[in-house]
């Protein structure tokens, strides 16, 4: 005896595979769209890593020479060559107005 399948319950299974795919799909979309901005925000730290890497590496090469030690020992330690004398300003609004008051006198005098 042959046994067929009624139209409802072929309609239903039909329609419950169809929106289990559907969820399926939707899931594996979302996991890509999560994935892809994962990716960009990576990409957008190697360059910024390969970036300083170049940099560093251009100040590496710099480094071996003398005036690149010089500068620095000048910049950040405060040494001297022999014989240089060091000059600390120490009131810098007498700087200042010194150049306001040469600056007002141009200005009247029509420079």
Same mark, same amino acid.
């Given at each position: 005896? *042959?046994? *067929?399948?009624?139209?409802?319950? =072929?309609?239903?299974? !039909?329609?419950?595979?169809?929106?289990? *795919?559907?969820?399926? *799909?939707?899931?594996?979309? &979302?996991?890509?769209?999560? !994935?892809?901005?994962?990716?960009? %925000?990576?990409? =957008?730290? %190697?360059?910024?890593?390969?970036?300083?890497?170049?940099?560093?590496?251009?100040? !590496?090469? &710099?480094?071996?020479?003398?005036?690149?030690?010089?500068?620095?020992?000048?910049?950040?330690?405060?040494?001297?060559?022999?014989?240089?004398?060091?000059?600390?300003?120490?009131?810098?609004?007498? !700087?200042?107005?010194?150049?306001?008051?040469?600056?007002?006198?141009?200005?009247?005098?029509?420079?």
């Amino acid at each position: 005896m *042959t046994r *067929t399948m009624r139209p409802f319950t =072929l309609l239903v299974l !039909l329609a419950s595979m169809i929106a289990v *795919t559907l969820l399926v *799909t939707n899931h594996y979309d &979302r996991q890509i769209e999560i !994935l892809d901005e994962d990716y960009r %925000q990576i990409r =957008l730290e %190697q360059i910024a890593a390969e970036s300083e890497k170049s940099a560093l590496q251009q100040e !590496l090469n &710099r480094s071996s020479s003398d005036s690149y030690i010089i500068q620095t020992a000048r910049d950040r330690y405060g040494y001297l060559m022999p014989g240089e004398i060091r000059f600390q300003v120490t009131n810098t609004d007498s !700087l200042n107005t010194e150049h306001e008051v040469i600056a007002s006198a141009a200005n009247e005098s029509g420079e």
